[in-house]
């Protein structure tokens, strides 16, 4: 009996982990040069890949990063470097608002949720705007541009997420 009491308490304590949804991301790489995109969408994916509590999804992400890569042009100091605009935007708190909504047959809350809804499907408020440049696009400098921009994206998102 002492047995089986303990296999139930172990199991509704790990029970939690299980349960807990993984934050929906979305990357989207906006380039000229199909083989930049693919290099970069393969580096983010790779970086996400390590991140436990994120998934990537392509239809209603919480969270979305947005790259918009250029080749530098006629640049007399390196024609091969690439100027890189991130931006990312959060949902989260549109999320919140539509799980508390989703259940209140309050008649405020009815007249709200439409509103809401509109707002789950658009991209969110943008949290962050920055622009970075690198030298070439050689796997090293992409792998490593994929791993920090990803690492920076989750720091901020657990602070979205806390307040």
Request: hydrophobic share 45%.
């Amino acid at each position: 009996m002492r047995f089986v009491f303990a296999l139930l308490s172990l199991a509704l304590v790990a029970a939690p982990s299980y349960a807990a949804d993984k934050t929906r991301i979305s990357v989207q790489i906006v380039c000229n040069d199909r083989d930049a995109t693919a290099k970069l969408a393969n580096s983010f994916t790779q970086a996400f890949a390590k991140a436990q509590d994120y998934e990537l999804v392509d239809k209603l992400p919480q969270a979305k990063l947005m790259l918009y890569a250029n080749k530098d042009v006629n640049s007399r100091k390196n024609p091969e470097g690439w100027s890189i605009a991130i931006a990312w935007t959060s949902n989260v708190q549109t999320y919140f608002l539509a799980s508390k909504l989703n259940d209140s047959q309050q008649a405020d809350a009815v007249a709200v949720k439409p509103i809401v809804t509109g707002m789950v499907n658009e991209n969110g408020f943008i949290k962050n705007l920055t622009v970075a440049h690198v030298d070439d696009l050689s796997d090293t400098n992409v792998q490593a541009l994929g791993e920090l921009i990803t690492a920076q994206f989750i720091k901020e998102m657990a602070g979205v997420q806390k307040r």
